[in-house]
């Protein structure tokens, strides 16, 4: 039987961008302004996705960020204006758990 583990207010949102200098500004802009602890950029990533209309398929980065869930709205909201596509992805997902040590030190870094 699997025990109950505690919820925790950090989350993992996860962004793509048109390209890794994209990602990197992003990213740069959300660690100043301390709205994520940490972010990792995956390229390239194969996308497949419906738009305008048609099934469309590019090649993006996938940046995957951690921060905490009552910052989502003001990252969301600056991931929008810095973001080259007309409607970004940003995806929250909660994180259920984690080391004590990890989520000390995102908690010391987040604002």
């Keep these: 039987m699997a025990k109950n583990l505690p919820n925790t207010d950090f989350i993992i949102v996860l ?3 048109a390209n890794k200098e994209e990602a990197k500004k ?8 301390k709205l ?9 990533v194969t996308s497949f996705f419906h738009w305008s209309g048609k099934i469309d398929r590019c090649e993006e980065c ?8 009552d910052l989502f709205s003001e990252l969301a909201q600056r991931v929008k ?11 929250a997902f909660p994180i259920v758990a984690g080391s004590e040590a990890y989520l000390n ?3 010391g870094v987040l604002k």
């Design 26 to 33: 992003i990213s740069q802009v959300l660690l100043k302004e």
């Design 36 to 44: 994520i602890a940490c972010a990792n950029i995956i390229n390239p």
């Design 62 to 69: 996938l940046v995957v960020m951690k921060s905490r869930m």
């Design 15 to 17: 962004v793509t961008t």
């Design 81 to 91: 204006g810095l973001h080259s596509y007309e409607v970004p992805e940003v995806l």
């Design 105 to 107: 030190w995102m908690s």
